[in-house]
């Protein structure tokens, strides 16, 4: 049995953020019933590529859901919507403030109904405060909340994350505070709501820089691929491809020193220490690029592993996807032709797993509707659901 089987959650979340936080409750083995309008979450048309009309983007964050297309506008809805929530146990959103409740699905009217309903409410800024009615975009808050001020090239432009780290990090801190939600509402028998925003979530992720510049007052310069207080911490070039190091510590220090025949740079007062490499990071990265230049990245790997000295070649993704370690780690999974990244969740007594392919745009319409009692017909006629 899963970790979450018998829990079911109503997610009318879209885009990645609430898509996210229900995949992971998904991949644990809760119910997941994915409302969509008619047009279907926005992902689904972020494409190509595309497989049998399942785009990508869309089966990143939706496997293992149950979709049903529902008009909210339609008074009808609330009808549907009081049938599905009365024993739903979650129930994700991320509209922008104040659409929830223009739509009769607020927190308010959800709780009326169910008491013990967890209500998870994903937000861009915040539910209240000058930017609660905001719409919130994970390339947005890279910028305000500090993260493009830190990455990319010393000398260069501020630079985004290649992947909506934001929003992957704001579904994760949604799951968490859902998972406990539930693990409460188990003591007193309630349910609560339980709110997450992007901008929250990426301040808390500067962690180290950010607690750097509140100890210093001083803002946090960027190193590009290089470590802000630790030396080497970086990439480096060999003969003939990039890969990177990380010294962390003295003892790995001195099996560098060793490993690059330079034994004496252990005791060399301007190295001898991380507080004095990091003095004199320029001198120390340009005596080693010398010595890594000199022979292939077989050759490094080779030497560094075998001291124990943590490092690795840069893949593409392609390679790492490909990698003997994906493979053996069980990381690329699939359903019904769908090629996925499998959780990262692992558990001995009730392993994630995924048994449904992302869902086809309302293809669970009639099924969802028909364990809830209400009449599919009926509802199609009206127009309200598809």
Known sequence: MSALSGIKVLDLSRVLAGPWCGQTLADLGADVIKIESFEGDDTRGM????IDGISAYFSCANRNKRSICIDLHKPESAEIIAALVKDADVLIENFRTGTAERLGIGYADMQALNPRLIYCSISGYGRSG?????AGYDYAVQAEGGLMAITGARDGAPNKAAVAVVDLATGQNAAIAVLAA???RHRTGRGQQVAVSLFDTQLTWLANIGAGV???????????????SIVPYQDFKASDRHFVLTVANEKLWQALC???GHPEWVDDPRFCTNAQRVSNRSEVAA???????AQPLSHWLGL??????????INSVKQALESPLAKANGNIIEADGIPMVASALKLSDSPATAVRAPPKLGAHTFEILSEAGLDFGRYAALGVVQ
């Not at 000058?130 to 905001?134: F, L, M, N, V």
């Not at 509140?214 to 802000?228: I, S």
């Open 182 to 184: 539930l693990h409460q």
């Open 47 to 50: 494409g190509p590529p595309s």
């Open 304 to 313: 560094l592993k075998q001291r124990g000295i943590p490092c690795a070649a």
């Open 130 to 134: 000058p930017d609660a009615t905001r």
């Open 214 to 228: 509140l100890f210093t007052g001083e803002d946090a310069p960027r190193y590009g691929n290089e470590h802000a």
């Open 258 to 260: 060793e490993c690059v």
């Open 287 to 293: 005596k080693l690029q010398d010595i890594f230049a």
